[in-house]
Nanobody, 123 residues
Framework: QVQLVESGGGLVQAGGSLRLSCAASGRTFSGYRMGWFRQAPGKEREFVTAISQSGRTTYYTDSVKGRFTVSRDNAKNTLYLQMNSLKPDDTAVYYC????????????????WGQGTQVTVSS
């Protein structure tokens, strides 16, 4: 069992930046592949980015490439998402999630989820 708690969301103007954190507790954090997903009102939850257990491999959805950076600190059991050049379309609840095994963008394949943190980007 892994418990995940996100923080760092808020209201920001377009072009601004936010850094999300996801603190993990429970089983060994470094054994899990981690992902960030987001869900806007009336839309399905969508993949944003993922990072391998070691942190050496990352994946991004096309719409955030070059603007968002995922990282992890296994010594601190924490996942991060640095979001720059934010756009109104980035407005959503952001969730961190954990899974074992290989990379996938499917939310249903992730085993553990945080409660989410709201990110609102004003134009």
């Amino acid at each position: 069992q892994v418990q995940l708690v996100e923080s760092g969301g808020g209201l920001v103007q377009a072009g601004g930046s936010l850094r999300l954190s996801c603190a993990a507790s429970g089983r060994t954090f470094s054994g899990y592949r981690m992902g960030w997903f987001r869900q806007a009102p009336g839309k399905e939850r969508e993949f944003v980015t993922a990072i391998s257990q070691s942190g050496r491999t990352t994946y991004y959805t096309d719409s955030v490439k070059g603007r968002f950076t995922v990282s992890r600190d296994n010594a601190k059991n924490t996942l991060y998402l640095q979001m720059n050049s934010l756009k109104p379309d980035d407005t959503a609840v952001y969730y961190c999630a954990a899974k074992g095994g290989d990379h996938t963008t499917r939310p249903s394949a992730y085993d553990y989820w945080g409660q989410g943190t709201q990110v609102t980007v004003s134009s």
